[in-house]
């Protein structure tokens, strides 16, 4: 055998080595770089999907609602309102100064007689100059007007009420962003169970297709699976869709844009609301908030006047009724005077021929007046009387408001304290139905791992266990629902009442 290599053969294998290599270089960089892309990829999705806490999502809340900033605009308003009245009552300055050139100096005919000239005949009359200048300042000063007195105190109250509507909007916005981020996670446990329950579908129509195949099992059991996980397929998306309209509305109350995207801290199902501490680090915020305010067992009657000092609509509603009191104050003194003093100063000038400003002192003239008027309505059709029966009839209206909506507040505390004392009783039979679940599913890997079981009954078990989480993840949602509902009904809205004082 003729082992010898010739030189052409050696040549052309060392070429293909050399392309060989060119090519696993080649494609090795193609692989790197898709990893890098890959890598970088994620590193993007995770810088953009930012963590949120409950509490973070507050505080923003508080920063951006467009109804807060809406209020905060109202009170500066308010404030500018104080200042208008103030202005009713302080001296007011007034000056003007004017030139005047006759082209042609106005002519008059007066009598002749008055100048020894013949009866009948007229005398023409030149009055004024070529060049006139006036100016003067006035001084005017309200020593009496009732209505601008009592406005002084009604802008006051004014502003208090806005402040106190800004209170109730807060309450109000912190509220909404509790129940829109419990929304999301509650949306997220749906979304679990029914992702849970397609894996299921698909490993029981693999285990299906293969018995097929064995012959062990008819097609139709296929047939029907398939059936089955196409039903699913649209739930699964409307529960994945649900979970992205829940961030949305988060975002609106948070008052942001719709397409923030945040990665949203809390598990409903690692939330224990019966303990006085979260269990878990991903629920400290939840819990933190859910105990700023203590849960009542029992219903006082001083919860009455509770709500009337803590609620920010009650409250506005009590300085709306002040202020009423003030209108109609500011009614009454409608049928009394008003005085005021002024004083005034002019000075008048005239010249003939060019414009000089600074002419003769015996061409000008200067006078001043100082006067008070009164001024008082007799009569004016019952106009002032109609004025303060309509300003009456107002203040029954906000008293009556104010009755049915502490009746509300009252009705809207009871509802929440009794749903979360049902949770609590409901509470512990639920988290025990958990508790077995997970027991079910521990069992059913223990017995596919010793042979005894399939995975189908792993995944079962497991789809048991997601329900039982969905339970209790439904019981924590519905309790921390109730107890922003509740504290919201109280008037004890956390990071309000520390905001307001």
């Known amino acids: 055998m003729n082992n010898v290599i010739s030189p052409s053969l050696l040549k052309t294998n060392l070429s293909k080595m050399r392309s060989n290599t060119r090519i696993g270089i080649l494609l090795i960089l193609i692989i790197v770089l898709q990893l890098n892309i890959s ?10 999907k930012q963590k949120l806490t409950l509490t973070q999502a507050i505080q923003t809340a508080l920063a951006n609602a467009t109804e807060i900033k809406q209020a905060l605009n ?49 005398i023409p009359v030149a009055f004024g100059a070529d060049n006139s200048w006036t100016g003067g300042i006035t001084v005017s000063q309200t020593l009496f007007k009732g209505e601008a007195f009592v406005g002084i105190a009604t802008a006051k109250l004014y502003r208090l009420a806005q402040t106190e ?84 509305n988060l975002n609106v109350a948070m008052g942001i844009s719709v397409k923030a995207n945040f990665e949203i801290q809390g598990d409903l199902v690692k939330f224990d609301i019966l303990s006085e501490n979260s269990l878990s680090e991903i629920n400290n ?23 009337s000092d803590l609620r920010g609509d009650l409250r506005s509603l009590k300085v709306r009724s002040d202020l009423q009191d003030q209108r109609i104050l500011a009614d009454k003194t409608n049928f009394l005077p008003n005085l005021n003093a002024s004083y005034s100063m002019r000075w008048n000038a005239a010249q003939n021929g060019s414009p000089n400003f600074f002419g003769d002192s015996d061409q000008r003239a200067r006078s001043q007046v100082l006067g008070i008027n009164l001024k008082w309505n007799l009569y004016s059709g019952f106009k002032q009387y ?5 300003s009456k009839i107002e203040k029954k209206n906000i008293e009556e408001q104010r009755r049915y909506s502490l009746e509300s507040a009252v009705n809207q505390t009871i509802t929440a304290q009794s749903t979360i004392q049902n949770l609590y009783e409901l509470a512990p039979s639920i988290k ?49 629902s109730a107890k922003a509902q509740y504290d919201f009904a109280l008037g004890m809205v956390p990071f309000v009442n520390e905001k307001i004082k």
């Open 39 to 48: 890598v970088a990829k994620e590193a993007f999705q995770d810088q953009a």
């Open 74 to 122: 109202t009170i500066e308003d308010a404030e500018q309102q104080v200042l208008v009245s103030w202005g009713e009552v302080f001296p007011s300055i007034d000056t003007d100064l004017g030139y005047q050139r006759n082209l042609e100096v106005p002519v008059n005919f007066l009598p002749a007689e008055i100048f020894g000239g013949a009866a009948g005949t007229f």
């Open 165 to 248: 509507a800004y209170r109730a909007t807060a309450q109000k916005v912190v509220t909404q962003t509790r129940l829109a981020y419990y929304n999301v996670l509650i949306a997220q446990e749906r979304y679990r169970v029914e992702l849970a329950t397609t894996q299921r579908l698909k490993q029981n129509l693999r285990e299906n297709e293969a018995r097929v195949k064995a012959g062990l099992v008819d097609d139709y059991d296929v047939l029907r699976l398939r059936v089955q996980l196409k039903n699913q397929e649209p739930t699964l998306a409307r529960a994945e869709n649900a979970i992205e309209e829940a961030k949305r």
């Open 285 to 307: 915020e939840i819990k933190k908030v859910d105990k700023m305010t203590p849960v009542s067992t029992e219903f006082s009657g001083q919860v009455e006047t509770k709500l």
């Open 386 to 390: 109609t004025a303060l029966k309509r």
């Open 432 to 480: 025990e139905g958990l508790s077995l679940a997970k027991t079910g599913y521990d069992r059913s890997i223990a017995r596919q791992k010793n042979g005894l079981g399939s995975q189908l009954d792993v995944t079962d078990a497991e789809l048991q266990l997601r329900q039982a989480e969905l339970n209790y993840a439904d019981v924590v949602y519905s309790y921390l």
